[in-house]
Antibody
Framework: QVQLQQSGPGLVKPSQTLSLNCAIS??????????WNWIRQSPSRGLEWLGR?????????DYAVSVKSRININADTSKNQFSLQLNSVTAEDTAVYYC????????WGQGTLVTVSS | DVVMTQSPDSLAVSLGERATINCKSS??????????LAWFQQKPGQPPKLLIY???TRESGVPDRFSGGGSGTDFTLTINSLQPEDVAVYYC?????????FGGGTKVEIK
């Protein structure tokens, strides 16, 4: 059974960087048939896909246009995890952040409420 | 981007009755003869849970009262014989193209 365990701070100051990790068990981040996503959810924006990383002989990333200039998703094969970094955050980035596997998103992390506030 | 539009926003159904949720995509989501459409159930404080993928394939462990259908740009999620534990918000999602996009959600309650 695949499990995704999220970690990271729940409070980030405006203009700083939001950083979250998603540790994978029951699968490997370098699985050639998988993709690893970050999604957020807020009352104003609903469920919003942010980006993904996946391995097909080399690493690939796709990002949502809305955050493309501020986002980075990286895989760490030694720790079997992937991470989200979102730079220059504002109050509009306040949301519950999820990691999830696949295209039809079959496994999700538990969610992390991230509040952007000074 | 593929825009996903769900209806209704909410519905109240009596226990044991049927609930039907609609989802319309702004373009076809057909990939290799398979509709790239998933349905999720979300309860408060929990992440979304995958119910249906490829528009009509039930995820392992999902009760058979949940069924998905449709093709082209119009899809439905049907909950037959609504149970108390089915109270939740339901979302559709397309995975035909990037960015992955979700519908706005349908809240199902007991009448």
């Amino acid at each position: 059974q695949v499990q995704l365990q999220q970690s990271g701070p729940g409070l980030v100051k405006p203009s700083q960087t939001l950083s979250l990790n998603c540790a994978i068990s029951g699968d490997t981040v370098s699985n050639n048939n998988a993709a690893w996503n970050w999604i957020r959810q807020s009352p104003s924006r609903g469920l919003e896909w942010l980006g993904r990383t996946y391995y097909r002989s080399e690493w690939h990333n796709d990002y949502a246009v809305s955050v493309k200039s501020r986002i980075n998703i990286n895989a760490d094969t030694s720790k079997n995890q992937f991470s989200l970094q979102l730079n220059s955050v504002t109050a509009e980035d306040t949301a519950v952040y999820y990691c999830a596997r696949g295209w039809a998103l079959d496994f999700w992390g538990q969610g992390t409420l991230v509040t952007v506030s000074s | 981007d593929v825009v996903m539009t769900q209806s209704p926003d909410s519905l109240a159904v009596s226990l044991g009755e049927r609930a039907t949720i609609n989802c319309k995509s702004s373009q076809n989501v057909l990939f290799n003869n398979m509709e790239s459409l998933a349905w999720f159930q979300q309860k408060p404080g929990q992440p979304p849970k995958l119910l249906i993928y490829w528009a009509s394939t039930r995820e392992s462990g999902v009760p058979d009262r949940f069924s998905g259908g449709g093709s082209g740009t119009d899809f439905t999620l049907t909950i037959n014989s609504l149970q108390p534990e089915d109270v939740a918000v339901y979302y559709c999602q397309q995975y035909y193209s990037i960015p992955l996009t979700f519908g706005g959600g349908t809240k199902v309650e007991i009448k």
